[in-house]
Structures are given as structure tokens and as C-alpha cells.
Nanobody
């Protein structure tokens, strides 16, 4: 059974940083690409970053270029999102995502709030 559990969100001031983690279980982590999405208030869920199974970044949203870094530790079965120079538009719920064949798996998300 696939489990994705995000953590690391919180309240941060503009210009600040956060590191999100997604602990996984129930599948072979090292064989699967992973993604981070976010859902801002009043907006559609947006793909932020995607990483290959071996750690190559394969997609970056224009809105986070130069500020966010996706990475993974295959030994720990954990996905990360390093977020720097945060601004109020980065506020939202951040989700870890796995696509295996036709099936999508989502975590419950972690709230990131950027506010002065």
C-alpha cells in the first residue's frame, strides 16, 4: 500500500526558506519519478517540480525557477523540496505525488504560508 507523508511546512516571512520532505513507503522508491504539486487558495493545483528516479530534475515551473530545488534520497525513500526566497504567491498546500501507470497517489499535503 502506497503511503506518501509530507512534512516541513509552516509560516515563513517573505524572503525566507523552508525544506519540505515526503516520506514514502509501499513501493520501490528508487524506480519511480516523483513530483511536488501545490494548491494555492482560489487556484488550480499546479505542478511545481518533477524528478526522475535517479535524481534528475525533469520539470520546473516558471514560477519557482531559481528558487526551488527538488531532490531525493533513495536510501531513505524520501523526496525533498528546498524552497528559498519565498514570496506570498508561494502560499498553499504542497503535495507529494507519484504516478504509477494509470494510478495517481497523493499525500495529504503540508501547508506553507508566506506572510509578513
Amino acid at each position: 500500500q502506497v503511503h506518501l507523508v509530507e512534512s516541513g511546512g509552516g509560516l515563513v516571512q517573505p524572503g525566507g526558506s523552508l525544506r519540505l520532505s515526503c516520506a514514502t513507503s509501499g513501493f520501490i522508491f528508487s524506480e519511480n519519478g516523483m513530483s511536488w504539486y501545490r494548491k494555492a487558495p482560489g487556484k488550480e493545483r499546479e505542478l511545481v517540480k518533477r524528478i526522475s528516479n535517479v535524481g534528475n530534475t525533469v520539470y520546473t515551473s516558471d514560477s519557482v525557477k531559481g528558487r526551488f530545488t527538488i531532490s531525493r534520497d533513495n536510501a531513505k525513500k524520501t523526496l525533498y523540496l528546498e524552497m528559498n526566497d519565498l514570496n506570498v504567491e508561494d502560499t498553499g498546500v504542497y503535495y507529494c505525488h507519484l504516478q504509477m501507470g494509470l494510478t495517481s497517489y497523493w499525500g495529504l499535503g503540508t501547508q506553507v504560508t508566506v506572510s509578513a
